[in-house]
């Protein structure tokens, strides 16, 4: 489990902007920190899995929430009086190839953000959606090439960690058209 933490840190460190880059745009509100922020290629949308501003490593409560203008987001998740429930997936492939994805259920709809990278420079970070019960995406898109935000602070990213993992992402891998 030690290796698979290590791993999942050095990933979200490849894909972290480098220092002095601009920042990416984030869909979190002021004040919290993006966990993996990402500008959707050829759309002014914008994805991000974020973390509440409270207690001090870690923030208070995680939230996705996705749309072209932070202080109107088209979906943030949990809703009001929602209970969220995310899932952290670790994704292994032959090759030096990884990743993770985060998953979420809401109102008949499976949404996934994934990271995977590897040999050769691969790169491939997005946003999926599904239909419950369907394993073909209604919306697969990708995040700008060199615009993905993962969070900094480890304390993050180790919380996430112990999310459950999704079983039909772990046997099948990120769904695909």
């Given at each position: 489990m030690k290796t698979c933490a290590s791993a999942l840190l050095l990933a979200a460190t490849l894909t972290a902007p480098a220092v002095g880059a601009a920042p990416a745009p984030t869909m979190c509100a002021r004040g919290d920190q993006p966990v993996f922020s990402c500008p959707l290629a050829g759309s002014k949308k914008t994805v991000s899995l974020c973390a509440?501003?409270?207690?001090?490593?870690?923030?208070?409560?995680?939230?996705?929430?996705?749309?072209?203008?932070?202080?109107?987001?088209?979906?943030?998740?949990?809703?009001?009086?929602?209970?969220?429930?995310?899932?952290?997936?670790?994704?292994?492939?032959?090759?030096?190839?990884?990743?993770?994805?985060?998953?979420?259920?809401?109102?008949?709809?499976?949404?996934?953000?994934?990271?995977?990278?590897?040999?050769?420079?691969?790169?491939?970070?997005?946003?999926?959606?599904?239909?419950?019960?369907?394993?073909?995406?209604?919306?697969?898109?990708?995040?700008?090439?060199?615009?993905?935000?993962?969070?900094?602070?480890?304390?993050?990213i180790e919380k996430t960690l112990q999310w459950e993992s999704d079983p039909e992402i772990e046997d099948q891998g990120v769904p695909t058209p």
């Open positions: 509440t501003a409270g207690e001090p490593h870690g923030g208070g409560q995680f939230y996705y929430a996705y749309g072209g203008d932070v202080s109107k987001p088209e979906l943030r998740y949990p809703g009001a009086g929602d209970e969220a429930k995310f899932t952290r997936t670790h994704l292994m492939f032959g090759g030096n190839t990884g990743g993770f994805a985060y998953a979420f259920t809401n109102r008949g709809f499976k949404y996934v953000i994934y990271s995977i990278s590897g040999s050769n420079n691969l790169e491939d970070q997005g946003l999926v959606v599904l239909k419950d019960g369907e394993t073909k995406p209604i919306r697969q898109s990708r995040c700008e090439a060199g615009k993905v935000s993962v969070a900094p602070d480890r304390s993050l």
